[in-house]
């Protein structure tokens, strides 16, 4: 399966972003869809995921509450919907899919998108 991430950019704190994950080659809504973000010199940090059971979805501590993540299977796409964003939120954000129910571990996912840049100015 191929990820395009994409929807990154340069937003003041506060504001809010919508991160797009489109799949082709496979169908995405068989897949658990996760969300992680990584800064340089740091591992791959989770963010979210939804999984293939329709409506499950986990978040990591530092963005609950603030984002949320969701599924447009006719578009073959997951979104992650970023809001009040911090400057610790800058990063390169990737999208992945694992063929487990669920996990936050990026060694679980096998396929990855290439990464989309957000960053958050104070």
């Known amino acids: 399966v191929q990820l395009q991430a994409s929807g990154g950019g340069l937003v003041q704190a506060g504001a809010s972003l919508k991160l797009s994950c489109a799949a082709s080659?496979?169908?995405?809504?068989?897949?658990?869809v996760g969300w992680f973000r990584q800064t340089p010199g740091k591992e791959r940090e989770f963010v979210a995921l939804?999984?293939?059971?329709?409506?499950?979805?986990s978040f990591g501590d530092a963005v609950k509450g603030r984002f949320t993540v969701s599924r447009d299977n006719a578009k073959n796409t997951v979104y992650l919907e970023m809001n009040s964003l911090k400057p610790e939120d800058t990063a390169v954000y990737y999208c992945?899919?694992?063929?487990?129910?669920?996990?936050?571990?990026?060694?679980?996912?096998?396929?990855w998108g290439q990464g989309t840049q957000v960053t958050v100015s104070s």
């Open positions: 939804i999984s293939s059971t329709p409506g499950r979805t």
């Open positions: 080659g496979r169908t995405l809504s068989h897949y658990t």
């Open positions: 992945a899919v694992t063929e487990l129910l669920a996990s936050a571990w990026a060694d679980h996912y096998a396929y």
